[in-house]
């Protein structure tokens, strides 16, 4: 394995900001879980797909972004994979909070905050998707650019 | 030529664009494993087993702010000493998808009444919410109250009285006009609770109640001699309103109305409307 080889140990900002941003979807799927009562349930499962799988898509986005510089899978489809995990991130989102009622987030708890709970929620899933955009952006384009140069950046260089 | 070179230059590697393909497919596999996984947990962990779900009850109508549903009424009785009491219907069994759940509930008027009107807001996970717990169903007067005449004429935890109540025609304070009704802060099957999860009730004895109650079948079948009782837990982020006890009320002519102080919700506790919400399941019972 080279010094420089573009498949090695790197995490540009794209990578990193992506991970972080999936880290902030799972913590804000799991915090309504700390309140008291049963209400949590009711906002999650009205629709059946909702903010549980965002957060095990979040779950496998964070391991990807993480994991795969790191175990040197190529760039090309770690990012493949994130953009097509934040797409769905961001769709069953999209999905579930033009579906659940506006009424069942004012009974959970006195934490009205949480009126704002679902559409940080999207934000996140949306910057997860934008930073794998351009993470997968530019490891696709990396090739062509060091293609001209001679030099097999994205190559079969792993040993 | 041209055309050869430039469609190089705008295109990646074949190999490049086939690997990304490759992790699409691959993030595209797991999107569908995770989003199929969490639809399966959600319909075996579905908590309508528990009770809840959507269910029709009778509250006091929301008049003004952002509250988007009444607070639920509880259906009162007096008993041969005058003591006021909530009702809790029978507890029946009933099978919900399978299984065997407790749900204490009654026809009542031209309603089914249960437990279930008040299964939000935390409410369903406190012990006096239990449909098969036999306890205290009596009104008794809560330890902070903010009216003057319960801290004087009456001791936290004594059940109220109909003779508590007498003066309710002339009764007033600095807030609001006299005469309209005469309120307390109660609390409801919540002997031994700790205050996190006492049931707080506004009982409140009015004219314009048992006038109201001649000609309407619900309001005969659920008030007594002038009381209401009602859930007081605001439908819009769970605080716990009051009647005639903020100053602050009367800059939403809420003076003579339940005002919410969090985001000034008013409830008028003379107007009661039939409605509809989704109520949470009950927790289910641990160790059993
Ligand atoms: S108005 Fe928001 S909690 Fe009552």
Known sequence: ???????GRRWPGSLIGGVVAALAVIALVAAPFSLPGTGVWVYYARPAVGP????????????VGALGPLFRIWPAIVGGALLALSLAMVGITVFWLTRVSEAIVFSLSTVDALRYHRWALLG???????????????????????????????????? | MWESVSTEDKYPEPTSRRRFVKGVVGGAALSAFAAAGAAGINLTTSPTGEGGGLIEYYGVNVVGGPAPRPMPQIPIEIDDEGNVLGVWPPVREVTRQGETVAVA???????????????????????????????DNHF??????????????????DPVNVDDFADYRTWGNEIGQPGVGKPASVTWRSEGADAASTIPVLLIRSDRIGQAARDDAWLRASTREGFVAILNKCTHFCCVPGYKIDPASARFDAENEIYCPCHQSVYNPFTIIRQSFVAFPRPEEDGE
């Open chain 1, 1 to 7: 394995m080279s010094r420089g080889d573009p498949a």
């Open chain 1, 52 to 63: 549980v799988a965002v957060g095990v898509l979040a779950a496998f986005f964070a391991l």
């Open chain 1, 124 to 159: 996140f899933a949306l910057a997860a998707l934008v930073c794998a955009a351009w993470y997968a952006g530019a490891s696709v384009a990396r090739r062509s650019t060091a293609g001209r140069t001679g030099q097999a950046a994205d190559g079969d260089s792993r040993s």
């Open chain 2, 105 to 135: 509930q009654m026809r009542l008027g031209d309603i089914t009444y249960s437990s279930e009107w008040f299964q939000y807001c935390g409410v369903e996970t406190f012990p006096g919410l239990e449909p098969t717990a036999d306890r």
């Open chain 2, 140 to 157: 008794r007067y809560a330890e902070s109250s903010q009216y003057d005449w319960q801290n004087q004429e009456v001791s936290p935890g």
